[in-house]
């Protein structure tokens, strides 16, 4: 990674702030909104979240994309439920397409698990909410996965809990502020894997395309191998995302930034392509969504006479289902593109 990336992109220890004086969980916070003003990226550790479940969630997604195309085509997500659930092959999405930029589709294949349950709350059981809050689609192999997953989301959403609460804390509201706006929430793990490159993409194409993320805050999980995550930095540079074992990057959402009024940044993002046939890639990204019915307006510390607030108020899922709708790119894959970009390929899946 170059030199500079962790000064651009720093390392946070929140250890200090799980159990920890009302001054620690200032410093921690004041320490995440300083990089979140800065570029809206920042590395976490001291999480709490079990090492080995971390290392069954690579394992077993690993084995998932392992699969023949055809197996993994058996759960394809349906796109005209809206909804973002199940695989999706390499080249059926376009993440430039959301901030208005055409380009060949994205070189990456995932799995989306949403929510585990439908919140016993009316709101999440409208016609409206129906497409965020459908059932999920899980793979019969590996046998573990759907366990270990359930786990994972579950162990995350409790970090999304904690950093929500560093948010208010950073804004010097009530540590709870956030808390009646997320505990219903739609939030979206997406396991990507990013195939081995055995030919020159097109132009313009990428592993995933320049985008911002529409949620609170996504925490990812990434791999150190070529090709990886790039941010924009202030200055308009991309930025290597660093690598630091045991911990999670951490990037904020549209919604935080609307909060905040644009105090924390929505920062650009995109993976680029590695060397031709440098392997695969794998990162697995938790989109911590507010609730459906959740009001996305202007904190009352963020705005003031001379400080206006600058977007409209928003509901959250109005918001979700226009980006969901812009993001697909519509395309049809053939075996000559799995073939061309590894789909197929099920032996290097397991390598290093």
Known sequence: MPANSLSEIPLIDIGPYFG??????????????????????????????????????????????????????????????????????????????????????????????????????????????????????????????????????????????????????????????????IDRGFSILRVLNYPNQREEPEEGQLRAGEHSDYDNLTICLIEDKPGGLQARSPNGAWVDVPFVAGSFVVNIGDFLMRWTNDRWKSTRHRVVNPPLAAGERLSACHFIMPNHDALIECLPTCHGSDQPAKYPPILAGDYMIEKFESQSSGAEWSDEDSEKFGTADTESRFTH
């Not at 570029?39 to 023949?68: C, N, T, W, Y």
């Not at 901030?99 to 929510?115: A, N, Q, R």
Request: with cysteine; net charge negative.
């Open 20 to 181: 920890g004086s009302r001054a620690d969980k200032k410093r921690v916070a004041d320490e995440i909104s300083r990089a979140c003003e800065h570029i809206g990226f920042f590395l976490v550790s001291g999480h709490q979240v079990d090492p080995a479940l971390i290392e069954s969630v690579q394992r077993e997604s690993k084995a998932f994309f392992a699969l023949p195309l055809e197996e993994k085509l058996e759960i394809k997500q349906r796109k005209e439920e809206k909804g973002s659930r199940g695989y999706e092959p390499v080249g059926t999405e376009q993440l430039s397409a959301t901030i208005g930029v055409e380009t060949p589709p994205d070189l990456k294949e995932s799995l989306s698990i949403g929510p585990l349950a439908v919140p016993d709350h009316p709101s999440c059981r409208t016609e409206e909410a129906l497409p965020l809050f459908r059932p999920n689609m899980w793979p019969e192999n590996p046998a573990t996965l759907r366990p270990t997953y359930e786990a994972y989301i579950r162990a995350l959403d409790r970090l999304s809990e904690h950093l929500h609460r560093l948010a208010a804390i950073a804004f010097d509201l009530p540590e709870d502020h956030f808390e009646d706006k």
